[in-house]
């Protein structure tokens, strides 16, 4: 899980690969802390009710679309959801280093500083303004 800002990651941590989103989702959120009235950007995966209510309880506002199933559908903001994109792309950054993509390492903290290396080495590689 990586929640992330344009211009560095601020959570990292690692959850289990049959695990659902949502679970380790409400654990990032409880982890990045108030935040009064900032929009926060989630994928379907986290539409839940249980998410959503946390990320309400810290002052975040959920931007998220229901799914498509869903018998009372809430409005979101549409132009702020396609902002989704800068977390999306650092995903695929972090894919570039072969060592994160295909997780040699069986230890969590070596593959977790694995995927530090690999934040750190992308934010390195941005253009100064």
Known sequence: MVACDELSAVEVHL???AGHDAPQGRVAIA?????????????R?????ATRQAA???GL???VPPKRNRTDPWEYDRDAYKERNI???LFN??????RVATRYEKLRETYLSDVHLALIAIHLKRPLE
């Open 61 to 63: 506002e959920p931007v």
């Open 56 to 58: 309400g309880a810290l």
């Open 31 to 43: 982890a990045l802390g108030a935040f009064m009235g900032l929009p926060l950007l989630m994928d």
């Open 45 to 49: 995966a986290y539409e839940g009710d």
């Open 93 to 98: 950054r972090i894919k570039h280093y072969r």
């Open 15 to 17: 959850s289990s690969g």
């Open 87 to 89: 977390v999306e792309r």
